[in-house]
Each structure stands twice: as structure tokens, then as C-alpha cells.
């Protein structure tokens, strides 16, 4: 596995290298942070081995479709040229797919925006990955069928939010293929963004290490992204390196 946290500045490319990490997602959430970014001269490949992947912004109103034709896509297709100017291969798009609360009309243009910006993305050497935030399976393995080489990040956290059992399990076991990329982080469940906590790692009721093996049972051998505060990542980090060497172990259940 290769580990990760999140970068908002130059700083946090500095404080993950000096801690061993392998690589950083740069936070490309907004007009300013992609002006920042593209006026800051940081290009993959980093020296040391040390590598950069990137996030965009949120979506807004997740059932306007003229706000995501008019200002969510171009803010997106922004973000892949400047994923493309700083050498990062990876971006992962936040768009909301869950049919119990997007409308089927909006889910259609949702497919299509993702189409196009996958193309876009092919044309930049740019892959895309789709978050899952309250989707199950069923969710995405619709737009994956709907939308050929996009890819999932998948957000374990999130997996815990609006459902009974973390989605993240049938994820793994039906959709491992997909599976790009991996986002981690604790929460106490719930019901929506507010308890979306991004606790550290075995603070809340998330089952970090079931997953974990759910992943390495399915062959994956990506990068995980510790989706914390800089004071908090290490002992996170140490506590999921742990179990991963566990699992890789001949004998391991």
C-alpha cells in the first residue's frame, strides 16, 4: 500500500515527506486554491519517489442541473487542466448519484457530465474517480456501466453515513475492479454532513480493519489517503501500517 494525506499548501508537501509519507491529494476545492496551485510552480514527479494526486470541488446544488452545466463542469474541467500542468494522473470528482435523493432527470445529466469529463481527462492523461458519498453499489455500478473508464474512490467514511452496514464491504466485493483509490477516516454514523467527522482511525464505529482486509483480500495494493488534520495523521497512519503488515502476513486470517 502507498499512504497519503491531505495537502492545502506547500507546507503539508513538506510535513507528509518529512513523515514518511508517499504521496499528498492536493485540495483543488475552489477558483482560489486552483489560482494558488497553478501559480506555485509544485510538478509531479516530486524527488524522493514522493508523488501528488488531486481532489475537486464539491458540486453545489446537487439537482441543478443548469448550476452544473454552467458552473460545476467548467470549474471541473479547470481542475483537470491544472491536474495536468502539475503532472498529477488522478483526480477525484464529488457528484452526487444516490437515486434516493437526485432526481432520475438530473442522474441522466450527471452520466453525461461524467462522460465528458472523462474524455476530457483521457485527452490530459488525467483519470477520473468518482466518491462514492451515500451511494450503495447498485448506485454506482450504474454510472460505471454509463460512464466506461471512469474509476471509484472510495471513502470509507462516507460508506458509514445514511445506511445500517457500511457500504464500503459491498463495494469491495462487487466493484474491486473499479476501485482506484481509497479515502480514510472514523465517524460515529449518521444521517448526514454534519456527522461526517473525520474522526481518527478507531475513534469511531467504522470497521477500518474488516475493510482493510476486505481490500487486501480482493488483491488491492493502491494509494489510501488519510482524510485528517496534520496532529492526528501519524498515529492514524502507524495504526492502519500495522494492519495492513498483519494481513500480508502468511498466516493471517
Same mark, same amino acid.
Given at each position: 500500500m502507498l499512504y497519503g494525506g491531505h495537502v492545502n499548501n506547500?507546507?503539508?508537501?513538506?510535513?507528509?515527506?518529512?513523515?514518511?509519507f508517499d504521496f499528498g491529494e492536493v485540495i483543488l476545492r475552489n477558483s482560489d486554491s486552483r489560482s494558488f496551485w497553478g501559480e506555485s510552480n509544485v510538478c509531479n514527479p516530486l524527488d524522493s519517489g514522493f508523488f501528488l494526486l488531486a481532489h475537486g470541488p464539491r458540486e453545489g446544488p446537487p439537482n441543478n442541473v443548469k448550476s452544473l452545466w454552467n458552473n460545476y463542469y467548467p470549474a471541473l474541467q479547470e481542475t483537470v487542466d491544472l491536474a495536468q500542468r502539475m503532472g498529477i494522473g488522478?483526480?477525484?470528482?464529488?457528484?452526487?448519484?444516490?437515486?434516493?435523493?437526485?432526481?432520475?432527470?438530473?442522474?441522466?445529466?450527471?452520466?453525461?457530465?461524467l462522460r465528458e469529463l472523462v474524455a476530457y481527462g483521457q485527452a490530459r492523461r488525467v483519470a477520473i474517480g468518482l466518491e462514492n458519498l451515500s451511494e450503495n453499489y447498485l448506485d454506482l455500478a450504474a454510472v460505471l456501466e454509463?460512464?466506461?473508464?471512469?474509476g471509484i474512490t472510495l471513502d470509507v467514511g462516507h460508506g458509514q453515513l445514511l445506511t445500517e452496514t457500511n457500504t464500503s464491504f459491498d463495494i469491495i466485493d462487487r466493484l474491486a475492479d473499479s476501485i482506484r483509490h481509497v479515502h480514510l477516516h472514523d465517524n460515529r454514523g449518521g444521517q448526514g454532513v454534519l456527522d @461526517?467527522?473525520?474522526?481518527?482511525?478507531?475513534?469511531?464505529?467504522?470497521? $477500518?480493519? *474488516?475493510? =482493510?482486509?476486505?481490500?487486501?483480500?480482493?488483491?488491492?495494493?493502491?494509494?489510501?489517503?488519510?482524510?485528517?488534520?496534520? @496532529?492526528?495523521?501519524?498515529?492514524?497512519?502507524?495504526?492502519?501500517?500495522? $494492519?495492513? *503488515?498483519? =494481513?500480508?502476513?502468511?498466516?493471517?486470517?
Open positions: 506547500p507546507g503539508d508537501i513538506d510535513f507528509l515527506r518529512e513523515n514518511t488522478y483526480l477525484t470528482v464529488h457528484l452526487w448519484t444516490d437515486p434516493r435523493f437526485v432526481w432520475s432527470s438530473v442522474l441522466k445529466e450527471k452520466k453525461q457530465i454509463a460512464v466506461p473508464g471512469l @461526517d467527522l473525520h474522526l481518527p482511525i478507531g475513534e469511531g464505529i467504522v470497521e $477500518i480493519p *474488516r475493510i =482493510l482486509k476486505a481490500l487486501v483480500n480482493k488483491g488491492y495494493d493502491g494509494t489510501l489517503c488519510f482524510e485528517l488534520k496534520n @496532529d492526528v495523521i501519524g498515529a492514524s497512519c502507524a495504526r492502519v501500517r500495522a $494492519i495492513i *503488515r498483519y =494481513l500480508n502476513e502468511p498466516n493471517s486470517p
